[in-house]
């Protein structure tokens, strides 16, 4: 069954760095898009960022443009997210998310089919 | 950048009921919308996919309906578990936008 593990959350200083990472497992992780949506506390959705399949196209909210980095090895199955100049609004549970549809174009790679569990990245001084 | 308004944003009913949740779309989506369900403490879990299309071991109690920008989600009959919040999300244009949800609870 599909798997989706994320690690790497934790306590920040604003301006501070960090990394998320998510480990896939049953589904062919190199033919699916990979997306971030993170949720801050007490509120609703936000996607973050989609990385295609073969990581050739990279897309990103305007909220972390500049700051985030999306990237993946398929090789190892797993998806990352590199957070830079994080900010208290950044303070959230981040969730991968696997892309519904194999080998995807344009906005059909937008609907999110499996989510890991979430990570917490909270960013205060 | 497309807006997606839920309503209402929170509703409270009865174990049985039959519950309807609204989604609208700042601009003509097509049938791209989508629907989630979020328990306490838990990731989303897509149920609804291109406007009406259940997905894969979703129970048939689910239901969506409507294109361009009003959409309608229903439960046909409210069971216990089902106390959650919901969620449309539009991936006609980018970036993809999630309603700000609306929370069931049983009455």
């Known amino acids: 069954q599909v798997q989706l593990v994320e690690s790497g959350g934790g306590v920040v200083q604003p301006g501070g760095s960090l990394r998320l990472s998510c480990a896939a497992s049953g589904f062919t992780f190199s033919s699916y898009g990979m997306h971030w949506v993170r949720q801050a506390p007490g509120k609703g959705l936000e996607w973050v960022a989609f990385i295609r399949y073969d990581g050739s196209n990279k897309y990103y909210a305007d909220s972390v443009k500049g700051r985030f980095t999306i990237s993946r090895d398929n090789s190892k199955n797993t998806l990352y997210l590199q957070m830079n100049s994080l900010r208290a609004e950044d303070t959230a549970v981040y969730y991968c998310?696997?892309?519904?549809?194999?080998?995807?174009?344009?906005?059909?790679?937008?609907?999110?089919?499996?989510w890991g569990q979430g990570t917490l990245v909270t960013v205060s001084s | 950048d497309i807006q997606m308004t839920q309503s209402p944003s929170s509703l409270s009913a009865s174990v049985g009921d039959r519950v309807t949740i609204t989604c609208q779309a700042s601009?003509?989506?097509?049938?791209?919308l989508n629907w989630y369900q979020q328990k306490p403490g838990k990731a989303p879990k897509l149920l609804i996919y291109d406007a009406s299309n259940l997905e894969t071991g979703v129970p048939s109690r689910f239901s969506g309906s409507g294109s361009g920008t009003d959409f309608t989600f229903t439960i046909s009959s409210l069971q216990p578990e089902d106390i959650a919040t919901y969620y449309c999300q539009q991936y006609d244009n980018l970036p993809p936008a999630f309603g700000q949800g609306t929370k069931l609870e049983i009455k």
């Open positions: 998310a696997k892309g519904s549809i194999g080998y995807c174009s344009s906005t059909s790679c937008y609907v999110f089919d499996y």
């Open positions: 601009q003509d989506i097509s049938n791209y």
